[in-house]
């Protein structure tokens, strides 16, 4: 898949000044602390910390930017990236629509606990769960780009033995630079001027930048199977603290 960078630069920067010249009616900072999921059997997750800065209008429209840092992106080390998104903020609440939320919330959560058979305890936990989950002031929507580039090697191999059978696992880093498209969501608690945020979300990368290798064989035959899958696919979950202003 071609990718013409300098089109996207471009016109993610012009999108980006454009709203920048407008009047905010929110802005907000947002350090997070998640985990990031290759969506493929066998690799593991891994811990992202994040930077954000969003700022939002009176229709609720608004742009995010910031910095994303991977220790360990598929036992590949240093993972930066530089998301750019356009985002959507709904009305916030009043303190009787989350108080009747919550309520139905756990109402709801308590029904299906009973409907399974789950005991008086368990249906308690969910309740409260549902309800804590129902108490948020807006919701905030959002798609965009993470531009990025990984510092680290190709990850170590990964051996294992069963009799005279061996297989050998391990991520190659095929290129320095990743793209990714990105989709998500984001809950917002407020708390005087402070946000608490879960925020779950999808991520694609349209660059073969991390492959997945597998090698199986024999002692006394060699290698019988090779087999590569690009690692694409991510699904990222987080909770942050933002500060309006």
Request: proline content about 4%.
């Amino acid at each position: 898949m071609q990718i013409d960078m300098k089109r996207l630069f471009l016109a993610t920067t012009v999108c980006v000044l454009s709203v920048l010249c407008l009047d905010a009616q929110v802005r907000d900072i947002t350090f997070s602390v998640g985990t990031t999921v290759p969506m493929y059997k066998g690799i593991d997750a891994d811990m992202t910390l994040g930077l954000d800065y969003g700022r939002f209008f009176w229709n609720g429209l608004g742009f995010r930017t910031g910095l994303r840092y991977t220790p360990s992106l598929a036992e590949v080390d240093n993972h930066f990236g530089l998301p750019v998104a356009i985002a959507y903020r709904t009305r916030a609440r009043s303190p009787r629509e989350r108080l009747d939320s919550g309520a139905w919330g756990a109402a709801e959560s308590a029904g299906w606990g009973g409907l399974n058979g789950e005991d008086a305890g368990d249906v308690f936990k969910d309740a409260a769960a549902g309800f804590l989950l129902s108490l948020f002031r807006d919701m905030e929507f959002y798609a965009g780009v993470t531009p990025g580039f990984v510092t680290g090697s190709s990850s170590s191999l990964s051996e294992s033995h069963s009799g005279p059978f061996w297989e050998k696992e391990w991520t190659e880093k095929r290129s320095p630079l990743s793209l990714t498209v990105d989709a998500g969501m984001t809950l917002n608690y407020q708390i005087w001027r402070f946000d608490l945020k879960l925020m779950p979300a999808f991520h694609y990368n349209v660059v073969r930048t991390l492959v997945s290798r597998t090698s199986r064989g024999a002692e006394e035959v060699g290698e019988r199977y090779s087999g590569e899958q690009p690692i694409r696919w991510f699904f990222s979950f987080g909770g942050g603290l933002a500060f309006r202003f």
